[in-house]
């Protein structure tokens, strides 16, 4: 099995990834937030799009089986494996120095933004914009009224998913910073995340 590779705790990380390969995203500690993107290797400009991959697969919340799509409406990842309960979320932005000034932080706070810009500088990319990622392991329950809540991740330690790239891509992380609201676990303490890339391409 392939070496894990680490995201840092409220960093961000990007990786190659060809065609059939499987990225495994582990939540090491259990109650970690990572956002997730992908970009079509070829062109920053086509990457991974919520709001195309709800109307693909039908659902809030992707499940085995399911494949998201690109902005393009074309297959880059499919959920091959999950062992976290299943509860991701597509629809919360990611978050930026705008949403910790908006709760109320008065200097610089790490956000998921600037670590998508800072683990695709690592790869010397530069992201066309920050699309909305797919939140791996974040809890935002919804009403039938249409109302949410940020609450704390379900998942356990160690438990993973799996996704299983249809197109030569750069996969990209954000192991999220948000410390104000309990996303990360009720004692709001961020931790790193790992993930590593495994199998041959196609």
């Known amino acids: 099995m392939p070496d894990l590779l680490t995201i840092p705790a409220r960093s961000g990380k990007a990786a190659y990834v060809a065609a059939g ?8 500690h259990g109650a ?6 992908a970009f079509n290797r070829r062109d920053l400009r086509e990457f991974m799009s919520m709001e195309h991959s709800r109307a693909a697969m039908l659902r809030l919340m992707p499940r085995v089986g ?4 690109t902005n393009h409406r074309r297959p880059i990842l499919t959920l091959t494996e999950d062992t976290a309960g299943g ?3 597509t629809l919360i932005a990611a978050c930026d120095r705008y949403r910790y000034e908006g709760l109320g932080c008065t200097e610089y706070h790490d956000n998921c933004a600037d670590n998508l810009a800072a683990g695709l500088w690592e790869l010397g990319l530069t992201p066309p914009e920050t699309p ?8 935002i329950p919804w009403t039938a009224d249409g109302r949410v809540s940020f609450d704390p991740p379900v998942s356990t330690p160690g438990c993973h998913v799996c996704l299983r790239a ?5 996969i990209a992380f954000s192991a999220c910073p948000q410390d104000i609201l309990p996303i990360n676990g009720v004692a709001r303490q961020p ?8 199998g041959a391409a196609r």
């Open 21 to 28: 390969q499987t990225v495994r995203v582990v939540n090491t």
């Open 32 to 37: 970690q937030v990572v956002d997730t993107w």
């Open 66 to 69: 399911d494949t998201l799509v």
């Open 87 to 89: 509860v991701h979320d």
């Open 132 to 139: 909305s990622p797919l939140n791996l392991f974040m809890n």
């Open 166 to 170: 249809e197109m030569d891509l750069i």
């Open 191 to 198: 931790t790193e995340a790992h993930f590593a890339i495994e």
